[in-house]
């Protein structure tokens, strides 16, 4: 059974902190992880990563893959309030089954 | 308005009531899919659709129905609510397979009593 799971379920920093979001990831024939925010409503594509080893990057956050491990994080750097959120990563294995975490509740305070 | 919109926001039905849920978008995109979200749970895959007239199960699909006669469309029917149903679920569309990013709407609070 493909299995995705998100470390840690829950974290609180404070503004200006650094913090890494883990997902590790047991998926049959795989083919791409997703990192999404979830604020109040639907959840928002960050990124795509489908290649190990390869950095993506947007602003303060930035993403990257190993495939041999089975695992991607989620870096964000100078962390503001506007960044609490529940973050979602998600697999894309054989037959477009798609996996999802449960997820991090990052909560950043002033 | 582009993009993809959810119907009703919230609702509550009583148990055994028939409830459908809508979905629709108007990117034209291949691939459309119905998740539940719940506490422990994060999101669950109830079913999904590449195509028109294509449809197929996720990972909880029991007492769930869908159809896609029209591409733009997806609705997801409870044919027979329970207490379990009680979720908030969230219509997805993509363009393509393979991981792409996925669009969310905003999502139906859905309370069965």
């Known amino acids: 059974e493909d299995k995705v799971v998100q470390s840690p379920l829950s974290l609180v920093v404070h503004e200006g902190d650094t913090v890494t979001l883990n997902c590790s990831y047991e998926v049959t024939n795989f083919r791409s992880l997703l990192w999404y925010k979830q604020e109040k409503k639907a959840p928002t594509f960050l990124f795509m990563l489908t290649s190990s080893g390869i950095e993506k990057k947007s602003g303060r956050l930035s993403s990257i893959l190993d495939k041999k491990e089975l695992f991607s994080i989620l870096n964000i750097t100078a962390t503001q309030t506007g960044d609490s959120a529940v973050y979602l990563c998600?697999?894309?294995?054989?037959?477009?089954?798609?996996?999802f975490g449960t997820g991090t509740q990052l909560k950043v305070e002033l | 308005d582009a993009g993809i919109t959810q119907s009703p926001r919230y609702k509550i039905t009583e148990t055994g009531r028939q409830v459908t849920l809508m979905c629709h978008q108007t990117w034209s995109h291949s691939y459309m899919f119905w998740y539940r979200q719940d506490l422990g749970h994060g999101l669950r895959l109830i079913y999904y659709?590449?195509?028109?007239?294509?449809?197929d199960k996720g990972e909880v699909p029991d007492g769930y129905v869908v159809s896609r006669s029209k591409t733009e469309n997806f609705p997801l029917t409870l044919e027979s609510a329970t207490r379990s149903q009680t979720s908030v679920y969230f219509c997805a569309s993509s363009a393509l397979t393979g991981g792409y990013g996925y669009t969310f709407g905003s999502g139906t609070r859905l309370t069965v009593v």
């Open positions: 659709s590449a195509a028109a007239d294509i449809t």
């Open positions: 998600d697999t894309t294995g054989g037959g477009n089954k798609l996996t």
